[in-house]
């Protein structure tokens, strides 16, 4: 696998599509593209069963691709407890996420390496957008009844409209899983739609819950028309369900984000999130991403990990790669 550009590390502000080339406007519903679309499970899980195996990153190449998973992180606090002085203490850590000394043992001291974003409840985006204030990091809020969506319509797209209004820049809706399990694409085209259309400038990473959708085709037919109806980003998980990310689901969401691409021009981005927690599974995802997508989506523009243990783990990793020794994770606390 080849070493990214180190120094592009640093120069990517700006983060989301519309940054660097056009949003997805989204596209007219096509219910026979949707009817067309078939899910091959044991293909898929033979395709990502072989990665970690197949395909290693060691030493110099290792880090580099360590501190490109940083730079594409939405680190996150989604917890009942969470509160303004923990917001705080993150929004810290995104802006510093590796430690000084790491990073001037890496060389690597003068990029700026910051997260993509910090991803927030509604109630912490003021305090996160203080925080984070002159940088380049995005806030992301949850939203529309985040994690099980079941709130009325009218108070999900209120939702979107509030937290567009306090600053956010990012929105990560739920869908209705209910049109997914009913198989109603319109119902979830235009429930997604109207989410966009909410969002206005913030960009919309429609979170599908793929652990609750029943099965492996559905995910493939709910992210194209999450993508038809304008989704900047498709996510896997609220990180709440039983099963969260995994990789046979990302190849197939990543496959439809190729298929959207050939079909109309447009690119969309991915976002695995829920339960991915080390270094060595966020190697294999960005494997697979550059293996289906290519280099162009190694970047936080088009990829994002939504994850609220990883960064620590990456860390210590990097420490270890520096230093020959293994710290215990106490030593790399997220705030
Ligand atoms: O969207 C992000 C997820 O909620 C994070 O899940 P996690 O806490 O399992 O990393």
Redesign the pocket.
């Known amino acids: 696998m080849n070493q990214p550009n180190i120094m592009e590390l640093g120069k990517r502000r700006n983060s989301g599509p519309d940054h660097n080339g056009a949003r997805n406007p989204g596209v007219p519903l096509d219910l026979d593209l949707i009817d067309t679309i078939r899910i091959n499970k044991s293909a898929a899980e033979r395709r990502v069963s072989t990665l970690a195996g197949r395909r290693t990153v060691k030493k110099d190449w290792q880090a580099a691709w360590l501190l490109k998973a940083v730079t594409c992180m939405?680190l996150?606090?989604?917890a009942g407890d969470d509160t303004d002085e923990r917001v705080r203490r993150l929004c810290a850590k995104a802006l510093q996420p590796v430690r000084a000394d790491i990073l001037t043992a890496l060389g690597a001291d003068r990029l700026g390496i910051t997260v993509g974003a910090v991803?927030v409840y509604h109630g912490f985006i003021k305090t996160a957008v203080k925080a984070l204030k002159g940088s380049s990091v995005d806030v992301a809020a949850?939203s529309t009844g985040f994690?099980a969506g079941q709130a009325p319509f009218e108070t999900r797209l209120k939702e979107i409209e509030l937290s567009v209004a306090d600053g956010a820049t990012e929105i990560?809706i739920v869908v209705s899983r209910k049109h997914v399990l009913n198989s109603n694409w319109t119902a979830l085209y235009d429930e997604v739609k109207a989410f966009r259309q909410a969002c206005g400038p913030a960009h919309l990473k429609s979170?599908l819950a793929t652990g609750e959708l029943g099965s492996i085709g559905k995910v493939g037919k709910a992210s194209m028309v999450c993508m038809m109806a304008g989704s900047d980003f498709i996510?896997t998980?609220?990180?709440?369900e039983s099963v969260?990310?995994t990789l046979p689901i990302s190849l197939v969401m990543m496959r439809a984000i190729r298929d959207y691409q050939t079909q109309t021009g447009h690119k969309v981005g991915f976002?695995p999130?829920?339960?991915?927690?080390d270094a060595k599974t966020a190697l294999q995802y960005l494997v697979l991403l550059k293996e289906e997508l290519g280099d162009e989506w190694l970047s936080p523009k088009l990829f994002r990990?939504?994850?609220?243990?990883?960064l620590g783990d990456i860390e210590r990793q990097l420490e270890h790669y520096v230093t020959g020794r293994y710290s215990a994770a106490n030593r790399h606390p997220m705030g």
């Open positions: 939405d996150t606090t989604l991803c949850v994690p990560d979170i996510k998980s609220t990180g709440m969260n990310a976002k999130a829920g339960g991915i927690s990990f939504g994850a609220s243990r990883l």
